[in-house]
């Protein structure tokens, strides 16, 4: 038995076409507007005869529209990063007016230069690195100004327990 997957028809006006299964053994090819039909030679050693439907196709069909469509998304471009460097911006400026630069100034020197970083490789085109830098400095801003919130609530909560001591001890002095 051959490997081959065809078989030779031939039609009453004499041209001669292949065709191809997807199924095994030994068939025989029934189609309209045939003239003769001849054996059909499988792998699986199977009898095997063409229906007139080709939904074996449909599977075929879905994968190659498949393949189009995700093509076809790779080769588009991604926008430029604008929000991305907005919302940086935006962190970056949120994480200053928390008194960033007293309580955490490592992380926010560090999201100053990830942003301008990021505006440099915007400027040249390089949206992918600008993209990726914008959201570094974002998330340096932001733990900076986290850093710097829980800076200054350690700060307001010492003041409190100040406040509670100096309080106990002025009930103690009346007592």
Avoid at 53 to 74: D, E, H, K, N, T
Avoid at 107 to 123: K, P, S, V, Y
Avoid at 144 to 166: C, G, S, W
């Amino acid at each position: 038995m051959s490997d081959a997957l065809f078989s030779v028809i031939s039609f009453r006006n004499g041209p001669m076409s292949m065709y191809e299964f997807p199924t095994g053994g030994r068939g025989t090819l029934r189609a309209p507007g045939l003239l003769t039909t001849m054996p059909v030679m499988t792998l699986f050693g199977h009898d095997a005869s063409m229906k007139t439907s080709f939904a074996y196709i449909r599977p075929l069909l879905g994968a190659a529209v498949l393949a189009c469509a995700l093509s076809l998304a790779g080769c588009a471009s991604a926008p430029p990063p604008t929000e991305d460097l907005a919302a940086a911006r935006l962190s970056v400026a949120r994480a200053g007016d928390a008194d960033a630069d007293q309580y955490a100034p490592m992380q926010i020197d560090q999201a100053r230069r990830a942003l301008e970083q990021a505006q440099a490789a915007a400027g040249n085109g390089r949206d992918a690195e600008a993209r990726t830098l914008a959201l570094s400095a974002s998330a340096l801003a932001d733990l900076a100004h986290a850093r710097a919130r829980q800076a200054a609530t350690e700060a307001e909560l010492a003041q409190r327990r100040a406040e509670i001591t100096n309080l106990r001890q002025r009930l103690q002095g009346e007592n």
